[in-house]
């Protein structure tokens, strides 16, 4: 099977633009996940959604949204682009909705914000 | 599940030693504790995980430890070798309807 993908890889942006990443799961997985990681901050949760449905939410201002369509590919969108949002992007899938299972994590989207 | 202390953040060995990553949960619901290594500028991919109905799990030189009376869990990595040289992060994913949580992560360095 193939792995998770994420699209785009790199992505520079300037302050106050908006910006759409991309998330395609391992085939037949229906969990998705979104983290942010710096170097400070380690692995954040942004969002986690299952079926279309988002099921958590991490400590994150409203800039920061995603979806999820019917065939389990995700996206997330950010808004009004701080410099802080400077980050690399994960998105992870898993096989259920039961989060006893492992996180196939995707190569993540660096983004830069100038 | 929204609180796991990893410790250390960083930790140094020397190549043929050994090296122990503890990590502290919160959640008595836990039932799995999963390990991850980032290697630099690659993804995160488990390595080793255990479930609550055993106390030890073993993979040639890694092993995970789970105390769940004291709430913690612990990766063992034996006669490093310079390729452990990693990121390394445990999680706590049973958290009922709160996110799942990674630990900050333990730096991993093993000297030659």
């Known amino acids: 099977k193939a792995g998770v993908t994420q699209t785009p890889r790199y992505l520079i942006k300037t302050r106050g633009q908006q910006v759409t990443l991309s998330c395609s799961p391992i085939s037949g997985h229906r969990s998705v996940s979104w983290y942010q990681q710096t170097p400070g901050q380690g692995l954040q949760f942004l969002f986690e959604y299952f079926s279309e449905t988002q099921r958590n939410k991490g400590n994150f201002p409203g800039r920061f949204s995603g979806r999820q369509f019917s065939n389990s590919r995700s996206e997330m969108n950010v808004s009004t682009l701080e410099l802080g949002d400077s980050a690399l992007y994960l998105c992870a899938s898993s096989l259920a909705n039961d989060r006893a299972y492992e996180q196939y994590f995707g190569p993540g989207t660096r983004l830069t914000v100038t | 599940g929204e609180n796991v202390e990893q410790h250390p953040s960083t930790l140094s060995v020397q190549e043929g030693d050994s090296a122990v990553i503890k990590c502290t949960y919160s959640d008595s619901a836990s039932n799995y504790f999963p390990w991850y290594k980032q290697e630099l500028g690659k993804r995160p991919q488990l390595i080793i995980d255990?479930?609550?109905?055993?106390g030890e799990k073993k993979d040639q030189r890694i092993a995970v430890t789970l105390n769940k009376t004291a709430k913690h869990f612990s990766l063992h990595i034996t006669e490093t070798q310079p390729e452990d040289s990693a990121v390394y992060f445990c999680?706590?994913?049973?958290?009922?309807?709160?996110?799942?949580?990674f630990g900050k992560g333990t730096r991993l360095s093993v000297i030659a």
């Open positions: 999680a706590d994913p049973y958290s009922g309807n709160t996110p799942l949580v």
């Open positions: 255990i479930r609550s109905n055993v």
